[in-house]
């Protein structure tokens, strides 16, 4: 499976989208997130619930490149994110009989790769917790396992996201990269849409001191 990596150079979520969000704090919905009306995704989802277990073939190709995304957004290891979206993908399949019919896959199908990347996440400060003395700081260990991210404009925009706290750094992600309005990632983390606005404010104003220069740049 290839990993659909390269988000801050995209079109649609590409760094100037990321940086206007910043900023200006643009609430547009992505078409893809929202409710949609998608006939033929019903229609496998339906044929999928009978037993026809090829018909989970569309969903997959639908949509993996977004749930890879989501996943190496938040576990920044481009390894384990190709393993949570089979996961996450496996585990939606398995309990595809408690899906609402009606509904669009796309939300469920987000939910559950981010709460397991979170796991991976809370795995990983327990394991950094126990293993690092008083000392001795922390350091990110994946970061060799980062994409390249091309473009002096989305490097920076990276490197700022990268150093927030961690919560702030999903949340910001979620929201400044992958587009998602508040009310979505607080159904995808679990955690309460205020909570959300509170992660996210902090985020801004760090994210905004850090590219000050950007930031000016774009009221002159």
Excluded at 103 to 124: C, M, Q, S
Excluded at 201 to 209: C, D, E
Aim: net charge neutral.
């Amino acid at each position: 499976m290839a990993v659909a990596i390269g988000v801050l150079e995209s079109a649609e979520y590409g760094p100037f989208s990321s940086l206007q969000r910043l900023m200006f704090a643009v609430q547009s919905k992505s078409a893809g997130h929202g409710v949609g009306n998608d006939p033929v995704e019903a229609g496998a989802i339906a044929a999928v619930k009978g037993g026809d277990n090829r018909s989970y073939d569309y969903l997959v190709s639908k949509y993996m490149k977004r749930v890879v995304s989501i996943a190496w957004g938040i576990v920044r290891n481009a390894h384990d994110a190709e393993d949570l979206a089979q996961e996450a993908f496996v585990k939606a399949f398995q309990t595809i009989g408690r899906f609402k019919t009606g509904e669009p896959f796309g939300p469920w199908i987000y939910r559950i790769v981010t709460n397991l990347a979170l796991d991976v996440v809370k795995r990983r400060q327990r394991f950094r917790h126990e293993e690092l003395s008083d000392a001795q700081p922390a350091e990110r260990r994946d970061r060799a396992d980062l994409p390249a991210v091309t473009g002096e404009l989305g490097r920076r925009i990276d490197e700022a996201i990268e150093s927030l706290p961690e919560m702030q750094r999903i949340v910001a992600r979620l929201y400044l990269v992958e587009q998602f309005d508040h009310a979505e990632i607080a159904v995808m983390t679990g955690l309460s849409e205020g909570t959300i606005r509170s992660h996210l404010s902090l985020a801004r104003g760090k994210l905004k001191t850090r590219l000050a220069d950007l930031y000016e740049d774009a009221h002159e």
